[in-house]
């Protein structure tokens, strides 16, 4: 998945009273076949922060490895909960090393 798309439908930024608050899609799986998702709180911007330091800061999001991973196998960057281990990716793994999810 390319950077655009993982910010968008992975990252967003809240307006609070406390100021522009930046959150991640954290994807788990309470159940084998269903996904559970929440947004985690990463950090708060000050509310006039210019557009270009607020994209900045969804970017950094996917740097973080406690979010994203990028699969050694098809070199995607993507969401932790869709990664296969450390270094896999889900699809990677069904497809290539034959694990059945
Ligand atoms: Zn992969």
Redesign the pocket.
């Known amino acids: 998945m390319n950077h655009d798309r993982l910010i968008q439908q992975f990252t967003r930024v809240k307006a609070r009273p406390d100021g522009l608050r930046v959150e991640c899609q954290v994807i788990s799986w309470p159940h084998p076949s269903r996904p559970r998702s929440r947004w985690v709180k990463v950090e708060t911007l000050a509310a006039n922060t210019p557009e270009e330091e607020i994209s900045a800061a969804r970017l950094r999001l996917l740097k973080m490895p406690r979010f994203f991973g990028v699969?050694?196998?098809?070199?995607?960057r993507?969401p932790k909960g869709w990664m296969h281990g450390e270094r896999?990716?889900?699809?990677?793994?069904e497809a290539k090393l034959g694990v059945v999810y």
């Open positions: 699969c050694w196998m098809c070199r995607e993507q896999v990716c889900q699809a990677c793994a």
